[in-house]
């Protein structure tokens, strides 16, 4: 398994901007597809945006498709999420994930970070 720690998050008005981070241990970094989810209070944990082990391919949940750009680089053994144009329903706290393919699914990720709150005022 691959440990990870997220940092980035914390408040910012609507229509602003944050990077999310997410730093992991070992070296087999590589090897894993990387997720972002998001899971705001009382509902369930979400997709946000995956990537693959190359970081060529991306995907994206529709909510926030053409706002957040998600890139890896496996030199630093790092995933990062960037947010633009936030807007108050982005309030949640955002976890990174590792997992062997490239999935939307949580239950395909086996290794989650604690998470980092992001908090969007409007």
């Known amino acids: 398994q691959v440990q990870l720690v997220e940092s980035g998050g914390g408040l910012v008005q609507a229509g602003g901007s944050l990077r999310l981070s997410c730093a992991a241990s070992g070296r087999t970094f590589s090897l894993y597809a990387m997720g972002w989810f998001r899971q705001a209070p009382g509902k369930e944990r979400e997709f946000v945006a995956a990537?693959?082990?190359?970081?060529?391919?991306?995907y994206y949940a529709d909510s926030v498709k053409g706002r957040f750009t998600i890139s890896r680089d496996n030199a630093k053994n790092s995933v990062y999420l960037q947010m633009n144009t936030l807007k108050p329903e982005d309030t949640a706290d955002y976890y990174c994930?590792?997992?062997?393919?490239?999935?939307?699914?949580?239950?395909?990720?086996?290794?989650w970070g604690q998470g980092t709150q992001v908090t969007v005022s409007s």
């Open positions: 990537i693959n082990r190359s970081g060529s391919v991306p």
């Open positions: 994930a590792a997992g062997w393919a490239t999935s939307t699914r949580t239950q395909d990720f086996g290794s």
